[in-house]
């Protein structure tokens, strides 16, 4: 029988077996998937900060080359991981990699720009990982990375739907899974294509969905001062954080 704190695990265990046959064609040339190769500190993740009830759970749409793609931690930022969440584990390389993109896990010197302001403001608000995640918790909906020949990345909205239909199958199933494990009274999607994959995934959930501007440095907004304008959006939601 297996343990409901082994729930969280179980679920990234299953999701890790079921996007490994997928299959993506070009303009994809390269699939990472952390869940594999960096699963060491994504599972000590998930053991440390991932079991019991949460009021709030957090999510965005898949990693970034600099994140959660070097630490298996959603946003991971190294030295946020590191330093302030405190796991710091050996990680793999990906079967295939891109040489423009690297996997140098925890000795990666890039900044994950998204990871640092979303982490930066759940520490300048919580003060510690023990005050956060009593409360919260940060997933992401797919785990997978997808680049192209020159290392651009790909997001998952922009596959043709013969291979988004099954990549959302499976990640839709996790979703609802982990939803049902910390019965939330939030969920929030980091960004437009978090909220619309909640809103379609869990419509049938009594839980109530928001959005908090993304962190990319990709968007002007988010560059103008992301932290204030995520924090009067939760607010407007009606969170108290």
């Known amino acids: 029988m297996t343990s409901s704190k082994e729930i969280p695990i179980r679920i990234a265990q299953r999701l890790r077996r079921e996007l490994k046959p997928l299959k993506f064609a070009s303009p994809v040339s390269y699939v990472y998937n952390p869940l594999d190769y960096a699963w060491r500190s994504h599972s000590e993740y998930l053991r440390r900060y991932g079991l019991g009830r949460k009021e709030v759970v957090l999510f965005g749409m898949n990693p970034g080359p600099w994140g959660m793609a070097q630490t298996g931690i959603p946003f991971g930022e190294v030295a946020i991981v590191r330093d302030w969440l405190g796991i710091e584990a050996k990680v793999d390389k990906p079967e295939f990699e891109h040489p423009k993109r690297p996997i140098e896990g925890f000795e990666c ?75 939330p009274n939030w969920v929030i999607g980091v960004g437009q294509f978090a909220e619309k994959r909640a809103k379609e995934t869990l419509a049938d959930f009594d839980v109530k969905i928001g959005r908090i501007l993304h962190p990319s440095p990709a968007s002007p907004i988010a560059n103008r001062g992301w932290a204030k304008e995520a924090a009067k959006q939760i607010a407007e939601l009606g969170l108290k954080f």
């Open 109 to 183: 010197q890039r900044t994950e720009v998204s990871g640092a302001r979303l982490w930066g403001f759940i520490r300048n608000v919580f003060k510690t990982p023990k005050r956060f995640f009593e409360r919260c918790f940060v997933a992401n909906y797919c785990p997978l990375v997808f680049m192209e020949d020159t290392g651009r990345n790909r997001t998952p909205d922009k596959l043709p739907i013969n291979e988004r239909v099954p990549l959302q199958s499976a990640c839709n199933y996790a979703l609802r899974d982990l939803v049902a494990y910390y019965q």
